[in-house]
C-alpha cells in the first residue's frame, strides 16, 4: 500500500527564517511526486512536480527536491503570506495517495 | 473561465438523507477524483474515473456511490449507509503532470 509520511505536522517561523518540509513515501511505481498549498477553507493549489530522484524545481520562495525516498520543500526567508498547509501526494498509475500535511505559520 | 466547479459550497443534511455533490469541468481532461477531508488528516480517495462510463473504488468507498456519464461530471452521492458524512469534499481532475483542485464543498450533518 502506498504511504506518504509529512513532517513536521506543525512549523512556526518567524519571517525570514529559512526551513524545509519532509515528505517520505514508499509507493510501487511512482509516477510522480506532487506539491500542493491549501489555504483554509479552500481547494488545494499546485506547486510542484517532480519526477525523478535528482530534481529540483523552483517558485519564488519556495524549492522542492526529490529523492528516491522522500522530497523536501525548502522555504527561504518566508513571509507571512506563505503561511497554508503545504501538502505532499505521490501517484501511482491514477492513484493519487497524500500525506496529512505541514501547517505553516509565518510571524512577521 | 475554465475549470472544475463544485456545488454547492455549503450543504447541511440531516441524518438518513442521500445528498448528491455536484462536480463539473470544462477543461477536457479523462481521469477525475472524488477526495474527503477531515480536519488534521490528508486527503483521502473516495473514488476515481479514468475515462467515461468507468469509475474504481478509493480506499474509502464505503457508503458513497458516484457515475460518471459525461466527461465533464463527476457527481458524488453520499448515501445514508455513510455514518460520518460531515467534511470537505474535494473533486479533482488529472491531465499530464498536473492534478487540479475545484474549491471543495462542505458537507454537515445536522
Known amino acids: 500500500e502506498d504511504q506518504v509520511t509529512q513532517s513536521p505536522e506543525a512549523l512556526r517561523l518567524q519571517e525570514g527564517e529559512s526551513s524545509s518540509l519532509n515528505c517520505s513515501y514508499t509507493?510501487?511505481?511512482?509516477?510522480?511526486l506532487f506539491w500542493y498549498r491549501q489555504d483554509p477553507g479552500k481547494g488545494p493549489e499546485f506547486l510542484f512536480t517532480l519526477y525523478s530522484a535528482g530534481e529540483e524545481k523552483e517558485k519564488e520562495r519556495l524549492k522542492a527536491t526529490l529523492t528516491k525516498k522522500e522530497s523536501f520543500l525548502h522555504i527561504t526567508a518566508p513571509k507571512p503570506e506563505d503561511s497554508a498547509t503545504y501538502l505532499c501526494?505521490?501517484?501511482?498509475?491514477?492513484?493519487?495517495?497524500f500525506g496529512a500535511g505541514t501547517t505553516v505559520t509565518v510571524r512577521a | 473561465d475554465g475549470g472544475i466547479t463544485q456545488s454547492p459550497k455549503y450543504l447541511f443534511r440531516k441524518e438518513g438523507q442521500n445528498v448528491t455533490l455536484s462536480c463539473e469541468q470544462n477543461?477536457?481532461?479523462?481521469?477525475m477524483y472524488w477526495y474527503r477531508q477531515d480536519p488534521g488528516q490528508g486527503l483521502r480517495l473516495i473514488y476515481y474515473s479514468q475515462i467515461v462510463n468507468d469509475f474504481q473504488k478509493g480506499d474509502i468507498a464505503e457508503g458513497y456511490s458516484v457515475s460518471r456519464e459525461k466527461k465533464e461530471s463527476f457527481p458524488l452521492t453520499v448515501t445514508s449507509a455513510q455514518k460520518n458524512p460531515t467534511a470537505f469534499y474535494l473533486c479533482?481532475?488529472?491531465?499530464?503532470?498536473?492534478?487540479?483542485f475545484g474549491e471543495g464543498s462542505w458537507l454537515t450533518v445536522v
Open positions: 501526494a505521490v501517484q501511482a498509475n491514477y492513484k493519487l495517495s
Open positions: 477543461l477536457n481532461h479523462d481521469a
Open positions: 479533482a481532475t488529472h491531465s499530464g503532470n498536473t492534478i487540479y
Open positions: 509507493v510501487s511505481g511512482l509516477r510522480g
